[in-house]
Structure formats: C-alpha cells, structure tokens
C-alpha cells in the first residue's frame, strides 16, 4: 500500500503521458479514420483498393508486432523518431483503421438522398462527404467511437515494452525498485478505471447532444 | 432575315434548345430502362412527362443532370455534351435543379443553411450575400418564417418547398422534378403545385415528372408519354388530353383519370 502512496507522483506522470499518449493518437486515428473512410467509398476503384489493403494489414496484424516493426525495424531504413512520437504514429494508425470502418458504417447508414442532392447541387464527390455526409455518418458512430477510444486507453500500455514511460512502464520501474507487484499493479489497473470509467458516461452524454430531431 | 451579326459563340443563348437528347439508351445490367430516347426542350418551356411505373420517367430525369449515366447516345445541355466525371460534371450539376420525391432535405442543418450550402461551398459566394438570397427565396416560396428550423420540424408541404427554394439558390438553367408531390398528404399538394406553376410563370425551363394531370393540362407546354422505356408520344397537353393517339396512352389516361 505504502509503496503506492509513496510514489504517487511517479503514477502521476505516468498517467499523464498514458493520457498524452491517448489523446494525439486519437486525433491521428480520426484523422486516418477520415481519410481511410473516405478512400473506402470512394468512386475511384484504386483508392477503394488501398483503403481496403490499410484495414486489413492493419486489422490482421498484431499492434505490439506493429510496434516493434516500427520502432526497430524502420530505423534500419533511416527513419527514425522518438519512442514516443512512434508509439504515437503506430497507435493512430492502428486505431485508424477501426475508426474508418466504424465511420464507413456510419456512412452507408445516411439516407442516399442526403448524397444525391448534394452531388445534384453540384457538390463534388469530397464537399458531399465533408459537408452533408460525415457530419451525419459521425452522429451514428458516437458509441463506437467512444469504445475505440476506451480501448486506446488501454492499448497505450503496448508502449511499455518499447521504452515509453507511461503508466504501465512505470510501475513495471516501481516494482523493480521496489517489488510489490500486488499494490503496484492493482493501483496501475485503478489508473486506467478511473480514466475509461468516465468515457461511457461522457459518449452517452455526447450522443444526446448531437442526435437532434430527425 | 437581319443582317445584324449571328452570335458567333456557341451557346447562342435564345434560338438553341436548352436540351437535347439524341438517342438515349440505359441499361441496368441487361435489362434496357430507356431505348433511343430523342428529346429535345426549349429554353423556357415546361415539359410534363407521364407515364405507368416502371416506364423510366425518374431514370430520364436522373440522365440529364447525369445521376444517371446513359449506356449510349448524347445528351447536351446549352449546347454542350454532358461532362463525363469529377469538376465539370459538379459544374454543370450547378446548373440543372433537381427536386425529388423525397425532399432530401440536409437533415443535420436548418432551412437557412440548406439553401445557402451549395451557394457558398460550390460558388464561393459570401455567407452574407448568400443568405440574403436564401431568405428571399424562403419568402418567394412561402416558408420565410421557416428558415431556422430543422427540416424535421416542417411538414412535407414546406420541406418540399425548402428544396425547391434550395434548387433555385443555385440559379439553375433548368429544374428537373420527380414525382415532387407523390409523397405528400392531399392537402399539401396544391401549396407545392403553386410554387411550381409561379416559376414556370416567371420562364424557368422545367422537365417534371408527375401523375398530377390537372398541372400538366393546365402548366405543360407539352406532355411526354412514357411507356416500357420509350417515349410513345408528344403533344401539346390540350391535344394530348383530348384525344391520345396511342392506345397506351389511352389506356393509361382511362386509369389515371378514372379515380
Ligand atoms: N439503380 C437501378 N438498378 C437497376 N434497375 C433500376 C435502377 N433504377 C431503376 N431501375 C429499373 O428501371 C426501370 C425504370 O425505373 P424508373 O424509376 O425510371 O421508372 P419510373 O417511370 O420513374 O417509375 P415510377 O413511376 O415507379 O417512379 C424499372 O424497371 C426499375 O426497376
Ligand atoms: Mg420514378
């Protein structure tokens, strides 16, 4: 217990980097999710392709095997970034993929005609998605959309291994310095709790406000 | 015969047809919906087209603003052949309204914002200036006190309404309907038929698809008969209505105007 209240400023920091972790691999995902969405319902058959080929490479492989590929692998290649903006860029890219198939189902859920009179008004087939469909495809997808981002949270942990200090790697530290693997661990899976609890709460909060009168 | 100059540019913008349809077929797959279908509309007339379900009425409309895209034969609209794809398709949509059965109204922006979308993001006019024209429009087609709600708060009458004004906004060569009143209760229909009959007032070139015979007496300058994909004949409505020269047509007025 004590080995816990004694370094709460070390779960403190790692927390803060599992939650700085959380949030830009998020936006990268939505971002991905976006264009990867958009590629998978596109006219052009090449881009349905590689929008097709992202998501299944990237749903049919393990994220840690991603991970060590990237962090270990790419710098063979020249490439190099830091732990964390790499932890960063396979995190986002990896929930990316989930989030454009979540979207494209949002996408097909919108009435066909919300398309067709927009393209009728001359809207290209990119001003279409952007202004009449994705706005709506998105309402559709808030509760999916707030699952992925519970399960980030929790992949964050996937970071450890490869050396970034957030919650999980620094009670892997405390516990090598200070073995008590019950407590540290317990407080680690608390962590985490304290921060997806909330997330079911807040989507069914944002799901309200955005689903108006139809 | 003037000596003054001819037009010398293409779109010679009063004795050319607005648009031409020159053998037109569409399949779907191996099943033909329209077969050498020649049409050719006016600048300013209003063409009616009727015709049993199933005879490709909706497939003809949806052709000429390309929604559809023509298996063979050409399709101009003031004088040039329809785009194939990408920009200039969305440009010459610009020009051509379409109202639907269905209204399709954005469902996620109010009435003001669906009738100044398109004005703003396809012609980059100023929000200011496009609202201005928005309300106008809302005004000129009765629903001016609407334009801060929801389409899901109007009654279909007003949405339909919203979405002629939202076609206008873009100030199209031609408006093309389909069915716009066949999803309405009775009583909204008329209020729907008399936005309708005032544009055709004021010169709008427009192709409608409609069972509603006492517009298309009283509105056409001519009727289009369709039947399994063809179009089996063209009148001027008093003609058409009076005596039909097909027994198709015939038939179908019999049915239509019995009930
Ligand atoms: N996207 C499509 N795919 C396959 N067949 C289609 C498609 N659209 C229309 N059809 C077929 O084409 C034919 C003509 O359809 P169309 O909708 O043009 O008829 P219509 O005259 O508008 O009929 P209605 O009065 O019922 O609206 C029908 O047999 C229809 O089943
Ligand atoms: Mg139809």
Not at chain 1, 103 to 127: D, N, W, Y
Not at chain 2, 18 to 44: A, N, P
Request: net charge positive.
């Amino acid at each position: 217990m004590n080995v816990v209240l004694d370094n709460l400023d070390v779960f403190g920091s790692g927390l803060w980097t599992t939650l700085k972790l959380t949030a830009l691999s998020f936006l990268l995902a939505l971002g991905i999710g976006v264009v990867v969405a958009t590629a998978r319902v596109s006219p052009a058959a090449p881009l349905r392709a590689a929008g097709l080929a992202y998501v299944e490479t990237v749903r049919n492989t393990p994220p840690l095997v991603l991970l060590f590929l990237f962090v270990y692998g790419l710098p063979k290649t020249g490439v190099k970034y830091s732990l964390f903006i790499s932890a960063v860029l396979v995190l986002g890219g990896y929930t990316g993929a989930f989030v454009a198939e979540a979207l494209r189902s949002g996408i097909s859920a919108v009435p066909i005609g919300q398309a067709e009179a927009a393209r009728s008004l001359g809207l290209t087939f990119t001003k279409t998605l952007r202004y009449v469909v994705l706005p709506q495809a998105f309402r559709t997808v808030i509760p999916p959309l707030g699952a992925l981002l519970s399960a980030l949270v929790r992949n964050t942990s996937l970071a450890a291994p490869i050396g970034v200090l957030e919650l999980t790697a620094r009670a892997g530290q405390l516990n090598t310095t200070d073995p008590n693997p019950v407590w540290i661990y317990l407080a680690a899976a608390a962590a985490y709790m304290v921060v997806t609890l909330p997330l079911g709460a807040v989507t069914r909060l944002v799901e309200r406000r955005v689903a108006v009168a139809r | 015969m003037s000596l003054a100059p001819q037009a010398s540019a293409p779109p010679a913008s009063t004795s050319q047809p607005l648009i031409v349809l020159d053998k037109v077929c569409k399949s779907f797959g191996s099943h033909e919906v329209l077969h050498d279908i020649d049409l050719t509309v006016d600048r300013g007339e209003v063409v009616v087209v009727i015709g049993p379900s199933g005879s490709g009425k909706s497939t003809l409309c949806r052709c000429i603003n390309r929604m559809e895209v023509a298996s063979s034969g050409s399709i101009t609209l003031d004088g040039v052949p329809l785009p194939q794809e990408g920009r200039a398709l969305a440009r010459l949509r610009a020009q051509v309204g379409m109202v639907f059965q269905s209204f399709n109204l954005f469902s996620h922006r109010n009435v003001l914002d669906n009738v100044t979308l398109a004005p703003i993001k396809v012609r980059g006019i100023p929000r200011k200036q496009a609202e201005a024209t928005a309300r106008e429009l809302l005004d000129r087609v009765g629903i001016g006190d609407k334009a801060d709600q929801l389409p899901a708060q109007l009654s279909g009458g007003q949405q339909q309404r919203a979405a002629i004004a939202r076609a206008l906004a873009m100030e199209p060569k031609v408006m093309l309907f389909d069915e716009p009143t066949s999803a309405l209760d009775p009583e909204m229909i008329n209020e729907v038929l008399d936005v309708m009959r005032e544009l055709a007032a004021s010169g709008m070139t427009m192709v409608v698809v409609t069972h509603e015979m006492g517009f298309a007496r009283t509105v056409a300058n001519r009727v289009v008969f369709m039947d399994g994909g063809r179009i089996v004949e063209t009148a001027p409505p008093e003609e058409f209505f009076a005596n039909p020269k097909s027994e198709r047509a015939r038939d179908f007025l019999g049915k239509v105007l019995s009930h």
